[in-house]
């Protein structure tokens, strides 16, 4: 059962990333314009020389 | 009044410290990804613009402009240049449209949704050991420590919204919702401390955590539609006349925003425009269309000292005025007054999720004390009675009681959007669902609120159509409309709220008012031209204001659910009584001032009917303020609008049948959500008393009911007929 006490620490830090992963993403105003982000994702003049 | 030529429009830029400038637009009619492009493009090449963002989801564009440099006429006029309609936001609206309140929902929303996913890895294996599986107490303890790492802390931070409302309202000396859900999750929080610490096997934490996260998807969805109609509101408004032209000493024309108006501003309004301010004409002469004002149909000659009321409509000729009202006292302090008190009636409305609180709060507490007292004195012991008390507040959750009514309103307001009806809030649909009598206004409302040519001798609107295509006022524009494409009148004059000259075919001919056109004018209620080439025979062409071609129908729809229906109008009874005649109405009332129409709501709504009043001119704005639930089309004044709970957009009045079918069906979703919380309620706590819930039938009970009652309501999707 010791081995509880390295494996329970690893998920509950994978799980954190995944929240400051969202929290980044609320934070960042990601949410403010689904529509528009799915159309800019197609549109040339938006996209970084290859 | 997007075509309006403004000259200087620097107010509605704001500028930071820096200088930068930002400017926010309204644009309508950009729906793709092309779209979204090309306007980011075309307005960040203007010069003096740094940046331009579109968000297509909201219809805004931002544009961040150099310092001390852009020219918001020049943004507006490259937008529509591309095909779009723009309006300019005025600046103390946009800031206040920025959302602190949601975007804090969300993450606690997601903190909520961490710890009660992450718990779960815990206290599922606790859970084994309360049937017997091998576990022993040492595992199970350290289980439940860590359980207790990530529920407290994400308990905490996510129960933030609620507890800071349950203190606001503890400190007024008012307990809400809030106050018991805070409790109880305080108090399962310190329990299941305490048995961790006393090395028992009934700690909660999991159910501290997800009660908050099913509570909070309640709370988000309910600020979602508050967010979306005020967001939609406001939109209507900017579209609506946020700009009037100042003129200064030396008679330059500014734009500034309506509400910056002060009494004794010269203001000059463009024919086709609206009076932004009550004011007195100061110099030139035109028409006035006091439809939305008064419910008039026909227009009302206006010159120079005459008084025109904010709201009307210039029709033919240039004019400028002089103020002698702000925007704020302009629609007639006494309405504005009437409308308070009916905004202050429909505060006091309790709403359907605050009727169940009441009643389920102090059943809920006396029962939890119950049973701690009770198992107390029944030997028990206090660290067990106190269990069971706190099992109890668990299983109560308000969970599904703080989604029965949202979760149904989200999903019924949604549908309605879909239909072109925008709904302002929950509590409007609640109203909206009580009704049993419906008043109509009728111009704008049952007919279309436009003239249409009912005299038709075909060589009479052929031989005037030339001169009619030349005119911009809208019984010309109607005969234009009639006659179709054609030739256009040369050497064109049009006198300022009289009529237009010109050439037909070398002869010259007059159409426009009948002194303009050399006829003594008759006396009647009916609009008219007259119309004749010189020293030929003069004709008279009358308009009418079409009745809406669905509004039989929609009169007929409307007593198919079994409420009548009532029309009052601020017309003259001739126009009113036919209108009443081609919709099936039979009870109608002409010549109503605006204190009428409210009192006459007032009258019946004191006699125990519940009133749906659909109007949209400012006659109407304290009568729709004043009724049970309003409806307002979305081509009123924004007066009106405000004061309607409900706006349909493309106005078809099958929408209002449509609204108040959705509006039953939302309610019968809301009380079987509420019959059936109150079934599973009255198994869970006795049982919970009875010492008969652990943990783990807690945390399935909870989430299985607010399951359930998310599932009902997704049945709204459904309701209320097919949808067109």
């Not at chain 1, 689904?34 to 003049?45: F, K, T, V, Y």
């Not at chain 2, 309640?218 to 032209?245: I, T």
């Not at chain 2, 009307?312 to 000729?317: E, F």
């Not at chain 2, 009258?603 to 109007?615: D, E, S």
């Amino acid at each position: 059962m010791t081995i509880l006490l390295l494996l329970a620490p690893i998920s509950v830090g994978l799980a954190l990333i995944g929240l400051g992963g969202f929290w980044w993403t609320v934070r960042a105003g990601q949410y403010e314009d689904p529509r528009g982000d799915a159309a800019r994702i197609l549109d040339d003049a938006h996209d970084s020389a290859p | 009044m997007s075509e309006a030529t403004v000259g200087d429009l620097s107010a509605f830029i704001a500028r930071d410290a820096g200088g930068l400038g930002r400017l926010e637009l309204l644009v309508r009619g950009a729906r793709c990804a092309a779209c979204l492009g090309k306007i980011e493009r075309g307005v960040a090449a203007l010069p003096g613009v740094a940046a331009s963002r579109f968000n297509l989801t909201t219809g805004k564009l931002t544009v961040t402009l150099a310092p001390g440099q852009g020219d918001p006429a020049a943004v507006q006029r490259a937008v529509e240049a591309m095909g779009y309609g723009a309006s300019l936001f005025d600046p103390a609206q946009a800031l206040a449209a920025e959302d602190r309140a949601g975007r804090e929902l969300v993450l606690a929303l997601g903190v909520a949704a961490f710890g009660a996913g992450n718990v779960m890895m815990f206290t599922v294996p606790a859970w084994a050991g309360l049937f017997g599986q091998e576990l022993s107490p040492a595992t199970r303890e350290i289980m439940y420590w860590l359980a207790a790492l990530v529920a407290a802390p994400c308990a905490l931070f996510a129960g933030m919204p609620f507890f800071r409302s349950a203190w606001s309202a503890l400190r007024r000396g008012k307990a809400n919702m809030d106050v018991p859900i805070s409790i109880g999750v305080l108090l399962t929080l310190a329990v299941s401390f305490s048995e961790t610490l006393q090395h028992g096997a009934h700690a909660y934490f999991d159910a501290a955590v997800t009660l908050l996260f099913l509570l909070l998807i309640g709370r988000y969805l309910d600020h979602r539609l508050k967010a979306a109609a005020r967001g939609a509101a406001r939109d209507l408004l900017a579209l609506q006349a946020p700009v009037a032209v100042r003129l200064d000493a030396a008679g330059r024309e500014h734009g500034i925003p309506v509400g910056e108006v002060a009494v004794g501003d010269r203001l000059a309004v463009a024919p086709g425009d609206r009076i932004p301010v009550d004011a007195v004409i100061e110099t030139g002469a035109s028409e006035i269309d006091n439809a939305l004002v008064s419910g008039e149909t026909a227009p009302v000659q206006a010159g120079p000292g005459a008084a025109v009321q904010a709201g009307a409509l210039n029709l033919s000729g240039r004019l400028v005025l002089r103020a002698i009202a702000r925007s704020e006292d302009s629609t007639v302090a006494a309405i504005a007054r009437l409308m308070e008190a009916g905004a202050q009636a429909r505060g006091a409305y309790v709403r359907l999720a605050d009727k169940a609180a009441a009643l389920y709060v102090p059943v809920v507490h006396t029962l939890a004390a119950a049973a701690f007292v009770g198992g107390w004195a029944l030997g028990l012991g206090p660290r067990e009675a106190l269990l069971r008390a706190a099992a109890v507040l668990i299983v109560t959750c308000p969970c599904a009681l703080g989604l029965a009514v949202p979760a149904v309103q989200v999903a019924a307001s949604s549908r309605l959007f879909r239909r072109g009806v925008l709904v302002k809030s929950g509590a409007a649909l609640e109203r909206l669902a009580e009704i049993d009598h419906v008043v109509f206004d009728k111009t704008g409302v049952l007919t279309e609120g436009r003239p249409r040519l009912l005299s038709y001798l075909p060589a009479v609107i052929s031989a005037a159509a030339p001169l009619a295509r030349a005119s911009r006022h809208p019984l010309a524009r109607a005969l234009a409309e009639r006659a179709g494409a054609g030739r256009v009148a040369t050497d064109v004059v049009e006198v300022a709220g009289l009529g237009v000259e010109g050439l037909i075919d070398g002869r010259r001919a007059r159409l426009g008012r009948a002194e303009f056109v050399g006829v003594s004018p008759s006396p009647g209620g009916e609009s008219e031209l007259w119309f004749g080439f010189d020293g030929a025979t003069k004709v008279r062409l009358t308009f009418f204001d079409p009745v809406r071609p669905d509004a039989a129908r929609a009169i007929a729809d409307l007593r198919g659910l079994g409420l009548t229906v009532e029309i009052l109008s601020g017309d003259l009874p001739a126009p009113v009584g036919r209108v009443a005649k081609a919709a099936g109405v039979t009870q109608w009332r002409a010549g109503l001032t605006p204190f009428d129409k409210s009192a006459a709501v007032t009258l019946l709504q004191g006699t125990g009917r519940k009133v749906l009043m659909v109007g949209d001119g400012l006659n109407d704005a304290a009568a729709l303020a004043l009724a049970h639930a309003s409806m307002a089309p979305g081509t009123a004044l924004d007066a009106s609008q405000n004061a309607a709970d409900l706006v349909f957009l493309n106005g078809d009045l099958a929408a209002v049948a449509q609204a108040i079918r959705v509006a039953r069906a939302a309610r019968a979703r809301a009380m079987e959500n509420f019959a059936f919380s109150a079934l599973y309620n009255l198994v869970a706590a006795p049982a919970a008393v009875l010492g008969l819930v652990n943990p783990f039938v807690a945390a399935i009970a909870m989430s299985g009911s607010s399951l359930v009652v998310m599932l009902n309501a997704l049945r709204m999707s459904w309701a209320g007929g097919p949808s067109r």
